[in-house]
């Protein structure tokens, strides 16, 4: 089981991220260290289900390797990591989780699954749009693992419930992201 995004990211994004990329780059930095935590967070929460505990324990791990590495890039131009700012594009997905525990575990993988397939859909247009080569291939690299963690949630969600309950719960939760996005202020952040 894959998905597709029911919406596109618009031009004007990729435009602002390339336009003022030291304030993408800062963003990047956030985005990677909360993915660390969050995964921590799910195999903290969840301490029964063993594959998630193993696989949650190996993405927390990854995504801080991905704070290490924009951190560097952020340290060679001389930037500074600002204040912790809440990401409204996660948030307003988050506030669609359901409560009661498989309902919320369900949730919570789709949602993650949606968030990292936006962000292998950004990251993508990024690595397009960077002149720098160093750079460039950085975020391919990136683009790549976060298609890997779109999947890996997936697949999580189909080893812990029946795909007759995943994809209409999906399908909802697509509509709901397409719409956030589509009422999202563009500025140069992956969200």
Known sequence: MTFELLTPTKPTWTEAVVADFDTFLLDHAACERKASSMAMSMLLHYPDLENLVKEMTKLAIEELLHFKAVMAHI???????????????VNELRQAQRRGSQEYLLDRLIIASIIEKRGAERFGLVAEALTDVKLKKFYTKITESEQ??????LDLAKEYFNPEIIEPRLNELLIIEAKIIDNLKIKSALH
């Open 148 to 153: 890997r963690h779109y999947l890996l949630f």
């Open 75 to 89: 340290h060679e131009r001389g930037l500074v990591l600002p204040g912790d700012e809440k990401d409204p594009y």
